[in-house]
């Protein structure tokens, strides 16, 4: 289901300057994966990720109407999401770039709706695709948790537009 949003017209803000401001908020950073109808795993890092409700499970996350990857999933049944750890720093950068062989030596397996699982991560969710709504430049997914596992692993910290890990 959709549902539409009124978005102001640009209010002269600075968007460098907000996306700076943005960044003062410090999130873990995630892969989120799905696959192509031949099986093809498919995936990009996100650090919109968030969670919204226990009961029901659901999580929230924002895609870039302009990615290449979005009309996969848009369609898709399920996704999956594995939170990176402190030592998967390689891997943000891979699925934030070229969108060829970003699996390529990659670790993985699949989820029982079969979307990729990274190997390494923090925790690991199996998600439905349930509601999707206007979100501006982004669209706003709002997934339902059917799978979930957690791992004695340290973060992947994002804040400032860098790359942090937790303190001892
Ligand atoms: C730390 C980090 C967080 C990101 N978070 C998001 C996000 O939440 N949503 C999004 O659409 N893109 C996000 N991106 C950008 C996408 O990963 C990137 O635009 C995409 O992989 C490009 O794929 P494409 O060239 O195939 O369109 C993020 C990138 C990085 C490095």
Redesign the pocket.
């Known amino acids: 289901m959709d549902s539409t949003v009124t978005v102001s017209p640009p209010s002269g803000l600075d968007v460098r300057q907000l996306r700076r401001t943005l960044g003062q908020f410090a999130t873990g ?1 995630a892969v989120l994966t799905t696959r192509a109808p031949d099986g093809t795993p498919l995936g ?6 968030n969670s919204v409700s226990l009961e029901p499970p659901l999580v929230v ?4 109407r ?4 979005l009309p996969w999933f848009e369609t898709a049944e399920h996704f999956g999401i594995s939170l990176l750890s402190v030592e998967q720093r390689t891997l ?2 891979r ?5 060829q062989d970003r699996f390529a030596g990659v670790e993985w397996f699949p989820g029982p709706h079969g979307s990729p699982l990274l190997v390494g991560a923090c925790a690991h969710f199996e998600c439905r695709n349930a509601i999707r709504h206007n979100g501006g430049d ?1 669209v706003l997914f709002l997934a339902e948790v059917c799978h979930h596992a957690a791992f004695a692993r340290e973060p992947l910290v ?1 804040f400032g537009g860098t790359y942090r890990e937790l303190a001892p």
Do not use: E
Request: cysteine-free; proline content about 4%.
């Open positions: 950073i990009l890092t996100i650090n919109s990720f996350f924002s895609l870039a302009r990615l290449s990857l943000s950068d699925f934030a770039g070229p969108a982004h994002f």
